[in-house]
């Protein structure tokens, strides 16, 4: 079973950066391809960046241009460079396999990122 221990979230000024971490354990074929997702208060978990084996990244629309994912090269870390934090960034960020589900039980506590004056 893989787990994962976000971290690097804090309080930060609109227009600000923060930089995550993300650890995992477990199969490195099952974390081939990993994902950063976030969960707004009263909102579904969303996916905000992923990153394939090979390296390919994808990006949702709120996060292009903005936010960079990528791995360290024992695969086990995976960051978010987040910029130009806005205020609608404000949520907990966590990290798990790409495609993961809400039923997985392999979801960590995540991180918690707050964008206010």
């Known amino acids: 079973q893989e787990q994962f221990v976000e971290s690097g979230g804090g309080l930060v000024q609109p227009g600000g950066s923060l930089s995550l971490s993300c650890a995992a354990s477990?199969?490195?074929?099952?974390?081939?391809?990993m994902a950063w997702y976030r969960q707004a208060p009263g909102l579904e978990r969303e996916l905000v960046a992923g990153i394939s084996s090979g390296g390919s990244t994808y990006y949702t629309d709120s996060a292009k241009g903005r936010f960079t994912i990528s791995r360290a090269s024992d695969k086990r870390t995976t960051s978010l460079q987040m910029t130009s934090l806005k205020p609608e960034d404000t949520a907990v960020y966590y990290c798990n396999r790409w495609g993961a589900t809400n039923t997985d039980t392999s979801w960590g506590q995540g991180t918690q990122v707050t964008v206010s004056a």
């Open positions: 477990g199969s490195l074929l099952r974390i081939a391809n």
